[in-house]
């Protein structure tokens, strides 16, 4: 199903990308040869399309991919510079990519890199719950060689690997490729490029069958707990609405019963 940015569907496609869900699995192909690079209206609409998921009871988990097999993605698109596009421009509810920045996310984003994964790419990437690459993939952040920012970069890469690690990356450009990525535990899984979508599926597939409340809540925490301490942090998660939702759910009960019978659980959202 195809429908303008303004008023986007689950499954509606968007300027720049596609969107195909199944078995409550939504699949985000940015598709903008030659790179897959994004501008504002790309990222606006991207982010409708996220949001949509969000809104969604349908769709447990959503996977972030690139056409192609050369670019998971450019990251901001330099020629919209040329047609008077700030790089800090308005790029929608939920930021650049779509997902990095949309408030209280319950739907899990993989991100499949599927080939070079730069500056802003690389940006959406890290954004991302989990991350597989093709065994070509490369990430790196060219912004200060360009006399730009890597600016969400700067924030979450030291994050995500030593810092030392990360300031090299970010202060030089380093290309990085899948193997030390997954060295430094930014990826998951390594796989052939053939195997790359199938595998991301298979590991959606896995999310899907957890809670969806235990799902939404893990987020949740990981977002409210990154900065604090681990000793101060575990009263203050029992606080929060959704670990709440989870321990207290009907969802709960029928994981026990499930485990007990030795059959799959039926999950209900409640």
């Known amino acids: 199903m195809t429908t303008n940015a303004d008023a986007p569907t689950p499954d509606a496609a968007g300027p720049g990308f596609r969107v195909e869900i199944a078995d409550g699995i939504a699949v985000l192909t940015i598709d903008r040869p030659k790179a897959n690079a994004i501008d504002a209206a790309t990222s606006v609409a991207m982010g409708q399309a996220f949001l949509a ?46 997902f990095v920045d949309l408030p209280d996310r319950t739907v899990p984003v993989i991100a499949a890199v599927n080939g070079m994964a730069v500056g802003g790419g690389f940006e959406i990437a890290m954004a991302a719950d989990l991350i597989v690459a093709a065994d070509h993939a490369r990430f790196w952040l060219p912004e200060a060689a360009l ?17 030392h690690v990360a300031r090299e990356l970010l ?17 998951s899984r390594v796989v052939p490029a053939g195997e790359l979508l199938a595998t991301a599926r298979e590991l959606a597939a896995a999310v899907r069958a957890s809670a969806p409340l235990s799902v939404a809540a893990i987020l949740d925490i990981g977002r409210r707990t990154a900065d604090m301490d681990p000793i101060a942090a575990m009263p203050f998660i029992k606080t929060l609405a959704g670990y709440r939702a989870a321990i207290d759910s009907e969802d709960a009960q029928e994981g026990t019963r499930a485990f007990e019978e030795k059959r799959p659980p039926v999950w209900r959202g409640r």
């Open 147 to 163: 006399g730009m920012l890597p600016d969400a970069g700067s924030v979450r890469l030291p994050k995500l690997v030593p810092p």
């Open 53 to 98: 998921f969000e809104r969604d009871p349908d769709v447990r988990v959503a996977i972030v991919t690139g056409a192609g097999e050369r670019f998971f993605s450019a990251g901001w698109d330099l020629s919209s510079a040329a047609d008077g596009e700030a790089f800090d421009s308005d790029y929608g509810v939920g930021g650049f990519g779509g």
């Open 171 to 187: 202060l030089t450009g380093r290309r990085m490729d899948a193997a030390e990525a997954h060295r430094w535990g930014l990826v």
